[in-house]
């Protein structure tokens, strides 16, 4: 089945600062891969979603760049501020519709 | 307003007495999971089903159970309960497995 690996597990950048996230997946046959926000007891929301046939997609701050070739999809935030400190989960979707996430990435902007 | 629920919230129970936790959506949604979440470990797919009567195991299904007998409801189903069970859950719902998901609110299980 599908793996999915997210780094880092913990990222701390000044305010203002880019901040990167980065995951592989396993299965070549993946088609989806969205990028879930869950502040602090909080139910995770999705914040932006690439699909395969897409090799980059940006909203606003927010960017997502897909090799599948490499089978690794990064997620880009600019000009980061203090409300986007919170973690963010990567996931697949692989050909057996199931959905697998990553182990999530704990980003904390300072002010 | 469109939404996931889920019920219990909070619920603390002993080994072994079986349990359910309802999970309810209104916004017509094929596409129905159930996950845990472990720190370190992320979110883990436990059960998912593709419409009424379809159903298939996630990632971690040992000791779960599922049915989707309406559209709308998917209830998760601990049989016989152990410690290690022990977790935060939450069910989503979307269209499809390959657009949005919508979480519900979470159940914080304990079982001791």
């Known amino acids: 089945g599908e793996n999915v690996e997210q780094h880092p597990s913990t990222l701390s950048v000044q305010e203002g600062d880019s901040a990167v996230i980065k995951c592989t997946y396993s299965d070549s046959a993946s088609n989806y891969f969205p990028w879930y926000k869950q502040e602090l007891g909080k139910r995770p929301q999705l914040i932006i979603d690439?699909?395969?046939?897409?090799g980059e997609k940006k909203d606003q701050r927010i960017a997502v760049t897909l090799n599948k070739t490499a089978k690794h999809f990064s997620l880009h935030i600019t000009e980061t501020q203090p409300e986007d400190s919170a973690v963010y989960f990567c996931?697949?979707?692989?050909?057996?519709?199931?959905?697998?996430f990553g182990a999530g990435t704990r980003l904390t902007v300072k002010p | 307003e469109a939404q996931v629920t889920q019920n219990p919230r909070y619920l603390i129970t002993v080994t072994g007495k079986k349990l359910t936790v309802t999970c309810s959506q209104n916004m017509n949604h094929e596409y129905m999971s159930w996950y845990r979440q472990d720190p370190g470990l992320g979110l883990r797919q436990i059960y998912y089903?593709?419409?009424?009567?379809?159903?298939d195991k996630g990632d971690v299904p040992e000791g779960y159970k599922v049915s989707r007998k309406e559209k709308r409801n998917f209830p998760l189903i601990l049989e016989s309960p152990s410690p290690n069970q022990t977790s935060l859950y939450f069910c989503a719902s979307s269209p499809s497995p390959i657009e949005e998901q919508y979480f519900g609110p979470g159940t914080r299980l304990t079982v001791t």
């Open positions: 089903s593709m419409n009424v009567e379809v159903t």
């Open positions: 996931a697949a979707s692989g050909a057996g519709n199931d959905m697998r």
């Open positions: 690439i699909r395969s046939n897409v």
